[in-house]
T-cell receptor
Framework: SQTIHQWPATLVQPVGSPLSLECTVEGTSNPNLYWYRQAAGRGLQLLFYSIGIGQISSEVPQNLSASRPQDRQFILSSKKLLLSDSGFYLC???????????FGSGTRLTVV | GNSVTQMEGPVTLSEEAFLTINCTYTATGYPSLFWYVQYPGEGLQLLLKATKADDKGSNKGFEATYRKETTSFHLEKGSVQVSDSAVYFCALSRSGGGADGLTFGKGTHLIIQP
């Protein structure tokens, strides 16, 4: 069966520090991968999606970047965190586009 | 562009009450529609979906019907339980396919009291 892992579960980082969140999928190949951010009272915002290794599409220009170095690995990064980067970050995958995602358990990021 | 509108709540009900969470959407083409549920501290889980007009999605006693004429996908359950307390998200796919993500509503916080 397919599983998706996200880590860390929680993270507290100072303003200006770097960020690296990792997401991996097991039990499938060539998944579509997504990063979402959930800010309080603002629902979910699509940040990045990827249909293959090295292929990244950005939805919202901001302080973050994404990479896909391997087929089932998706990384969210920042060189210098801002207070506004705080939120709940969710990774998701699917095989058939738009037929329903499987989400990871999320990372709660607090920038202080 | 595409958008999803749903009541934000919190919606507070007593156990065994009837539940309706409204969801309306704006989209071009023929999107697929979804309901996701998020329990405290967890990621989102797909609850049900419908891929074309008049389809009814159902799961765990919840159901929703894709109404193209009213651009709605309201979530219903006949008798809610305390364990149904969660945040519920309505979402749609972008028409034309492609791996470019879903559009989510802001979520409805549901609280069921015993």
């Amino acid at each position: 069966s397919q599983t998706i892992h996200q880590w860390p579960a929680t993270l507290v980082q100072p303003v200006g520090s770097p960020l690296s969140l990792e997401c991996t999928v097991e039990g499938t190949s060539n998944p579509n991968l997504y990063w979402y951010r959930q800010a309080a009272g603002r629902g979910l915002q699509l940040l990045f999606y990827s249909i293959g290794i090295g292929q990244i599409s950005s939805e919202v220009p901001q302080n973050l970047s994404a990479s896909r170095p391997q087929d089932r690995q998706f990384i969210l990064s920042s060189k210098k965190l801002l207070l506004s980067d705080s939120g709940f970050y969710l990774c998701a995958w699917d095989r058939v586009p738009n037929y329903g995602y499987t989400f990871g358990s999320g990372t709660r990021l607090t920038v202080v | 562009g595409n958008s999803v509108t749903q009541m934000e709540g919190p919606v507070t009900l007593s156990e065994e009450a009837f539940l309706t969470i409204n969801c309306t959407y704006t989209a071009t083409g023929y999107p697929s529609l979804f309901w996701y549920v998020q329990y405290p501290g967890e990621g989102l889980q797909l609850l049900l979906k419908a891929t074309k007009a008049d389809d009814k999605g159902s799961n765990k006693g919840f159901e929703a019907t894709y109404r193209k004429e009213t651009t709605s996908f309201h979530l219903e359950k006949g008798s809610v339980q305390v364990s149904d307390s969660a945040v519920y998200f309505c979402a749609l796919s972008r028409s034309g396919g492609g791996a470019d993500g879903l559009t989510f509503g802001k979520g409805t916080h549901l609280i069921i009291q015993p």
